[in-house]
T-cell receptor
Framework: GDSVTQMEGPVTLSEEAFLTINCTYTATGYPSLFWYVQYPGEGLQLLLK?????DKGSNKGFEATYRKETTSFHLEKGSVQVSDSAVYFC????????????FGTGTRLTVIP | ETGVTQSPTHLIKTRGQQVTLRCSSQSGHNTVSWYQQALGQGPQFIFQYYREEENGRGNFPPRFSGLQFPNYSSELNVNALELDDSALYLCASSLQGSPDTQYFGPGTRLTVL
């Protein structure tokens, strides 16, 4: 079945450090891939997306590239800020246009000054 | 901030009771999905409603049921509550066929004693 495996956390980084959160997926079809972020006390928000192989999603300095050959969608940011502290979820939509999402377990990121 | 609201914020029930959770969708969205997020886990898809009918369901038993109303607000009903039903319940509204338009509410925290 469809699933997402996400890097275990928590992750603690100093401000301006480089961030990578690993995400791999299993899907029977051609999924769309997403990263969601959950800031403290807030609901899930879409951070970025990619709908086909080799697409790169980007937003707020975060990037992730849809790699079909390695079934991966790793999240990266070159220089994290304290305000990036949150829980990050990798997710997939199993087929184009399907509204149901499969989520990973989440990775808590804490950025210290 | 999204236009998706949920009520109540918190709820405590005892095993065997029934509960109803409510969700008000983002204006213009015609699809609502419900997710269960256990502590430390990613959200799990319960079901989805479109045009007031269920049109997708995850691996949840029939005691989880829902309704969608003409104004696109919705309810999640859970009968015969079990201790493992304790979780954060999220609703997400979207446009059918556009998973990247999915806006999440802040959730209802259900505790079953």
């Amino acid at each position: 079945g469809d699933s997402v495996t996400q890097m275990e956390g928590p992750v603690t980084l100093s401000e301006e450090a480089f961030l990578t959160i690993n995400c791999t997926y299993t899907a029977t079809g051609y999924p769309s891939l997403f990263w969601y972020v959950q800031y403290p006390g807030e609901g899930l928000q879409l951070l970025l997306k990619a709908t086909k192989a080799d697409d790169k999603g980007s937003n707020k300095g975060f990037e992730a590239t849809y790699r079909k050959e390695t079934t991966s969608f790793h999240l990266e940011k070159g220089s994290v800020q304290v305000s990036d502290s949150a829980v990050y979820f990798c997710a997939l939509s199993p087929t184009p246009g399907a509204n149901n999402l499969f989520f990973g377990t989440g990775t808590r990121l804490t950025v210290i000054p | 901030e999204t236009g998706v609201t949920q009520s109540p914020t918190h709820l405590i029930k005892t095993r065997g009771q029934q509960v109803t959770l409510r969700c008000s969708s983002q204006s213009g969205h015609n699809t609502v999905s419900w997710y269960q997020q256990a502590l430390g886990q990613g959200p799990q898809f319960i079901f989805q409603y479109y045009r007031e009918e269920e049109n997708g369901r995850g691996n949840f038993p029939p005691r989880f049921s829902g309704l969608q109303f003409p104004n696109y607000s919705s309810e999640l009903n859970v009968n015969a509550l079990e201790l493992d039903d304790s979780a954060l319940y999220l609703c997400a509204s979207s446009l059918q066929g556009s998973p990247d338009t999915q806006y999440f509410g802040p959730g209802t925290r259900l505790t079953v004693l």
